[in-house]
């Protein structure tokens, strides 16, 4: 069974930092793409970043560019997203999802999401 | 990319058919996925390519549409779909719709 479990949020300070790992099983991590969607609470769904099945590209959303950094381990099929200088309006779920790259793309599965709580 | 779905919001009946409608500020030819999210649960993916419905997704739920103007049907609606669905286009940097909010 295809599966991805985040791990490492909780409760963070303003201008603080937290990382967050997404642990992969069931598939072969290395030959797919990788990326965090996060939802803020009563808010929509908004894509933050993307890393390439290699690694070698990474690519974020202006929200959040400058500040957090997408990394990945094939060797420990780990996903994982360092955040710094945090911010209030960082506060949401964190969802770990893996992209398939076919005909077109999509995002499939997602994993059960990581809360992170920005507040002093 | 902009993504506009509508309505916000819809209270319908079981076995009602359901249709939610998603319009790209660009052409974003057929790269545009929907997902039903329930509350407290991960996302799921039900459409992909605008058409493809997902292995082991209802046939109820269907998907249309290419360049800026797409929709989701769900023929029959079912209390199991009480949820909120979201577009997102992947024509370039992803970016989701602001979601539909089924209420039964």
Redesign the interface.
């Given at each position: 069974e295809v599966e991805l479990v985040e791990s490492g949020g909780g409760l963070a300070q303003p201008g603080g930092s937290l990382r967050l790992s997404c642990a992969a099983s069931g598939f072969t991590f290395s030959n797919y793409a990788m990326n965090w969607v996060r939802q803020a609470p009563g808010k929509g769904l908004e894509w933050i970043s993307y890393i390439t099945a290699s690694g070698r590209t990474t690519n974020y959303a202006d929200s959040v560019k400058g500040r957090f950094t997408i990394s990945r381990d094939n060797a420990k099929e780990s996903l994982y997203l360092q955040m710094q200088s945090l911010r209030v309006e960082d506060t949401a779920i964190y969802y770990c999802v893996r992209e398939v790259q076919l005909q077109s793309n999509w995002f499939d599965p997602w994993g059960q999401g990581s809360l992170v709580t920005v507040s002093s | 990319i902009q993504m506009t779905q509508s309505p916000s919001s819809l209270s319908a009946s079981v076995g009602d058919r359901v249709t939610i409608t998603c319009r790209a500020g660009q052409s974003i030819?057929?790269?545009l996925?929907w997902?039903q999210?329930r509350s407290g649960?991960?996302?799921?993916?039900l459409i992909?390519?605008a058409s493809n419905l997902?292995s082991g997704v209802p046939s109820r739920f269907s998907g249309s549409g290419s360049g800026t103007h797409f929709t989701l049907t769900i023929s029959s609606l079912q209390p199991e779909d009480f949820a909120t669905y979201?577009c997102?286009q992947?024509y370039n940097?992803?970016?989701?719709?602001?979601?539909t909010t089924v209420e039964i």
């Open positions: - | 030819n057929s790269y996925n997902y999210h649960k991960a996302p799921k993916l992909y390519g997902q979201y997102q992947t940097n992803p970016t989701f719709g602001q979601g």
